[in-house]
Structures are given as structure tokens and as C-alpha cells.
């Protein structure tokens, strides 16, 4: 990292220690995850995992809270581009589709969903993560008249979360068997029958 300050290099390296933290959740577990494998990973010293991060539990939250805040964010872009709620959570289902249960992200959050049940701290800030993306899907049902739009807010992250982690278990689940009962969830009623 010649030519660059101290403050660039500093940096770049917290930026290699949590892509590589990202990646060792979902590949190891995060209980498998020591600060020597994690500087291995990252390509620094052992020592730069404490410099820069308080202990290799915080540097783990960290980079596991950022993953997740992207991928929230970007299944939360479906929803703003549909035409409607219920389109925009089809979307967001078939986009989850690409994961088997079994694949590195899948396994971060549900390594990460595990180390929050045993880490007060950790299982606040994700507990936050998904109240803003429930907010956000609740506003959108409320906007388009959805009779119950905190409780159908609230199915669609049950189906979301029981999907991806069912995956696992049964290849042949897709979102094209589940998409019609998650759209009879999401759309706002009229004249006492569904649209």
C-alpha cells in the first residue's frame, strides 16, 4: 500500500477484515472463526484484527450487520421499482430464489441469526435491521390500502426467512409453488374478495 497515508491503509485493511469475516461466517461458522484464519484471509497481521476492531466478536457483527443492511437493501429496490406491493414482494421472493439454503449467504444469516440468540448486543442491532425492513414493507402495503398491512408485513419475513432456510432442506422448493399464496398475503382487498 505504498503512497498512501496512514488513515487510507487503515482503511483498506478494516475493509479486507470484514469482506473476510463476511465470507469465513458462511464458509466455517462463525464459532470457527479465529483471528489467525481471519488475517490469513484478509492478508494481514494477526495483530491489525485488534487494532482496528475492538475483539474478533465485534469485527464478526460488524461485517455480518453490513452484509445483511446490503442485501435488505437491495431486495428492498424490487419493492420501490413494482407497480404495486405485491408485485414488489414476488419480485423480492423470486430474488431469493438464487439461494439453496446451503450457499455462503444463506449460511451468514443463519450463522448470524444463531450467534444473535447467545449476543445481546448483536441480536439488538439485527432485531433493528429487520424492523426497518418490516417498516418498509408495511408502509408500502398501507399506501396501497392493505387491510392488515403490519400482519401481512410480517407473514411475507416469515415466508422470506422459513424459505431460504427450507431450501436446505428441500431442493425442489421454489418460489414458483409459494408465489400465489404470498400474493393472496399482499394484496389489498377490495369488495371482500381479494384482487
Known sequence: MPGQTNS???RVVRARLLAAAGELIGELGWSAVSTRVLAE???VRPGLVHYHFESLQALLCHAALEEMQQMLDG???ALTQATSPADGIEMMLFGLD??????PASLLFIETYLAATRDRELRTKMSALVAGFRGSLTDALTRAGHPSPQGAASAVMAVFDGFVLH???DPDLSATRIAPLLRR???AEENGEHR
Open 8 to 10: 487510507e491503509r487503515g
Open 41 to 43: 484471509r484478509a492478508g
Open 75 to 77: 431486495t428492498m429496490a
Open 98 to 103: 438464487q439461494y439453496n439454503g446451503s450457499d
Open 167 to 169: 431450501k436446505g432442506l
Open 185 to 187: 398475503i399482499t394484496t
